[in-house]
């Protein structure tokens, strides 16, 4: 799985270009995440606009990427959709990680601007 | 291999009376017990169920149930084989749907569905559990579930409700 890295600011904004993480890729996601937080900022801001569907090893494996941050670093999310948004609540991960209603003002904020592109 | 449709139907409304009075979807597939098998199977129900014209909040729902059972099923009954079948089976009437799912994998341990209890989230990160969702978000999604050892097959049965006043808030 191809992961979009972009570093804005202070942060990381790594973003899933795919419309599923379900079991069939909960394993190449996770590598991929592994690969692309390897190191960078420490603040790492998931987006998750194009997923609309995820499933019980999808969230596992999102679960398995913010232990491999460390202690230190924090893995935040954004742009959940509707189906997404239910699985973390109903299984009450949204208590676990901080989530962004979408990415707008979010990395770039130490910019005093928006979502801006840095490279 | 690709999942098989066996049959599909979208009965005729005019069958006023029967039997099957209100039934708009009969669907029965077959498919290989593999990740890639239950994606593949997964989009062909939901393309068979877009002619309802369901809410995406239903249909949503139905899709992440499916893909926790049959995944199950890969994952457990059949423990990465990749040799196995599952039957599905799946109705829609105008109160919502119902499914049975039969495999020949091994039987659910102690012959019981799983409880399906919150994770415990209160602990440090990296304690933080990674599996474990599954059997909690069939419980929470599904009504009448239930799960019975025939034959040498596992057979899951369940509805889901199509009424928002049914649907499990914080329950």
């Known amino acids: 799985m ?35 937080t390897k190191e960078g900022p420490e603040r790492v801001i998931l987006d998750l606009s194009n997923v609309d569907f995820i499933d019980s090893s999808g969230l596992g494996a999102v679960v398995a990427s913010m232990k491999l941050l460390g202690d230190v670093r924090r893995l935040e999310l954004a742009g959940l959709t509707p189906l997404v948004e239910k699985v973390f609540r109903l299984t009450r991960m949204d208590s676990v990680f901080t989530i962004h209603d979408d990415l707008t003002g979010l990395a770039g904020a130490a910019e005093g601007g928006g979502m801006k592109n840095a490279s | ?35 890639e098998d239950v994606r593949r199977a997964l989009g062909e129900f939901c393309e068979a169920v877009r002619p309802l014209g369901l809410s995406a909040e239903l249909t949503g729902t139905v899709e992440l149930v ?27 009437m105008d109160s919502g749907f119902r499914f049975e799912i039969a495999d020949g994998g091994r039987e659910m341990p102690g012959g019981l569905l799983p409880v399906g209890d919150h994770v415990d989230l209160d ?21 009448n ?3 019975h050892r ?22």
Request: glycine share 6%; proline share 4%.
């Open chain 2, 66 to 92: 499916l893909a926790e059972v049959l995944n199950n099923i890969v994952e457990h009954a059949y423990a990465g084989a990749n040799a196995g079948q599952i039957e599905f089976h799946a109705y829609y």
């Open chain 1, 2 to 36: 191809k992961l979009e890295i972009q570093d804005i600011g202070e942060a990381r904004l790594i973003t899933i270009p795919e419309s599923r993480i379900d079991a069939s890729v909960a394993i190449c996601f996770k590598e991929a995440m592994a690969e692309a």
């Open chain 2, 123 to 143: 602990t440090d990160l990296n304690a933080l559990p990674e599996g474990g969702f599954g059997w909690y978000l069939i419980h929470d999604l599904t009504e």
């Open chain 2, 145 to 147: 579930l239930q799960y």
């Open chain 2, 150 to 171: 025939v034959e040498g097959q596992n057979r899951l049965c369940f509805t889901i409700p199509d009424k928002r006043e049914f649907s499990i808030c914080g329950a």
């Open chain 2, 1 to 35: 291999m690709h999942p098989e449709m066996d049959s599909c139907k979208l009965p005729d409304k005019d069958r006023g009376k029967s039997e099957n009075a209100g039934l708009r979807l009969d669907c029965r597939m077959r498919l290989k017990a593999t990740p």
